[in-house]
């Protein structure tokens, strides 16, 4: 893995365990264009962040009561493998990063911090479980498109046909 991706020219892709790895790799074929380093950030939604290190760490406080202790949440090692394989080879500079708090707002955040010339994310899970986090949370690709300036590329992860009903229409 190689952690020099610098302030400027980084492109920043939304990352979790289990994701199809096609948003990773859409995401490092534009950095490869573009000539950016590629950040993968994941977003750990069961805190939120308190404070932000020079060396690009994060503090945060959990929203369970019970668990009231500062924490550093750290990127976690198996994704982080996974990441090294999925770039291996592909020539451009990336690191990792870890956040805390509602996806789209730790995401842009974070972007915000580094600079990152746009933000890479895939479409929602499909299926009944995937509907219904959209439906409390709403979309994280529309959250960040409405509340960004610069632009979102979101990846379709289960393209649907032409003419093929979406998961969550009722016809």
Known sequence: MNNDANRQDCILVGVFPGQPDNVVREAA???????????????DDSGYMV???MD???SSLSF???LPELDTPEFDPELAEHLAGLLEG???RWSTREVSGEPA?????LADELGASLIVVGTRRPGVRGGLQEFFTGS???NL??????????????PVAAGTPLPWENR
């Open 29 to 43: 074929r534009l950095a490869a264009r573009l000539g950016c380093a590629l950040v993968c950030a994941h977003a």
């Open 51 to 53: 404070q932000a290190m």
């Open 56 to 58: 690009g760490t994060v």
């Open 64 to 66: 369970d009561p019970d």
């Open 90 to 92: 592909s020539g451009i």
């Open 105 to 109: 707002l730790a995401l842009g955040q």
């Open 140 to 142: 994280m690709a529309a």
């Open 145 to 158: 498109a409405h509340r960004q300036h610069r632009p979102v590329v979101v990846v379709p992860v289960h």
